[in-house]
């Protein structure tokens, strides 16, 4: 049995890489915590996550706020005892959603893995859960490792709005929608291009991306989803793209329009930005193990339009 520790209420440290350095917990870490990290044994494990992002202020830590990456980080190092640093495969907005986001952390070695999620399930508040704690290769990171990323937006364009139980992750839409208009929009974005305009500009950030899909699908009960796909997305860029192509599909812009904004190379101050709450971080594609290090290298260099 790991010997109990007093609670220390000290403030998470932030990290390099925007992971969050937890503190001691006040809770017994029991029969599946480790020992191995009296050693200094570690090995990389991957954590399956997915969250209500309503209550969050997104995933990074800031000061006084609740946000996922910090209540999680400090629930492993309660459990665990120690501090845990949590790497993540994208850093959701304040009030997106996710379920199907992706995080590694370097945990003692003999951990066990099954014993973590149930002990999680207990001491998680609802709104985040851990679905899946598997070890991986040293060379996989959540971040850098990732082959693409996919999200939906869903948008209810039924006269009554989204249904009650719905409503905390779907937009309701109380303007007309051509889909044809906002298909045509859609396909015009594809492929590789600088989506300055689409995004929120961050210091020696690239704006390149491979936009891989981008679908619209209209469902019984008058949900339109939105499923939007590529290798990376710069900040705000999904909503900012839903937010165009809504403006196309409300006729207060043409089908041609969403496209003529990528050869702007700064912020486009006219484009909407899609409410948060419609959007949902599904899921993220890995390459085979073999192929980890080959493919977090790549993403590392700074990208160009054009660059292989």
């Known amino acids: 049995m790991v010997p109990q520790h007093p609670h220390h209420p000290v403030e998470p440290a932030v990290l390099r890489d925007g992971g969050l350095a937890g503190v001691p917990g006040r809770l017994d870490a029991g029969e599946g915590a480790t020992r191995g990290r009296e050693t200094g044994d570690s090995r990389r494990f991957r954590l399956d996550l997915s969250y209500d992002g309503t209550d969050f202020s997104g995933w990074a830590i800031q000061p006084g706020?609740?946000?996922v990456c910090?209540?999680?980080?400090?629930?492993?190092?309660?459990?665990l005892r120690e501090p845990v640093a949590l790497t993540v495969a994208g850093r959701t907005d304040a009030g997106v959603h996710a379920t199907g986001q992706v995080a590694h952390a370097d945990l003692p070695a003999d951990l066990d893995a099954a014993w973590l999620v149930r002990r999680l399930a207990r001491l998680l508040p609802?709104?985040?859960?851990v679905r899946a704690v598997t070890p991986v290769p040293e060379a996989f990171d959540a971040r850098f490792s990732a082959l693409r990323r996919h999200y939906r937006y869903r948008v209810a364009t039924a006269a009554h709005g989204a249904e009650p139980?719905?409503?905390?992750d779907t937009l309701s839409w109380p303007h007309p929608l051509d889909l044809t208009a906002v298909t045509i929009a859609s396909e015009l974005l594809l492929g590789e291009?600088?989506?300055a305009a689409f995004c929120k500009r961050r210091e020696g950030a690239t704006t390149v991306?491979?936009?891989q899909q981008l679908s619209w699908t209209l469902a019984e009960d008058g949900v339109v989803e939105a499923a939007v796909s590529a290798d990376a997305f710069c900040h705000s860029m999904v909503r900012s793209l839903v937010g165009a192509l809504l403006d196309v599909g409300r006729g207060r812009r043409t089908a041609n329009w969403p496209a003529e904004l990528l050869t702007r190379v700064e912020r486009?101050?006219?484009?909407p930005v899609a409410p948060a709450h419609?959007?949902?971080l599904v899921a993220v594609d890995y390459p085979p193990d073999a192929e980890l290090a080959a493919r977090a290298s790549a993403t590392r260099r700074r990208r160009v339009l054009g660059a292989p």
């Open 65 to 67: 706020r609740r946000t």
């Open 70 to 79: 910090g209540v999680l980080t400090e629930a492993l190092s309660t459990v």
């Open 126 to 129: 609802p709104d985040v859960r």
């Open 165 to 168: 139980l719905r409503a905390r």
């Open 193 to 195: 291009h600088d989506f």
């Open 209 to 211: 991306r491979a936009l």
């Open 268 to 271: 486009a101050s006219d484009v």
């Open 278 to 280: 419609g959007l949902t």
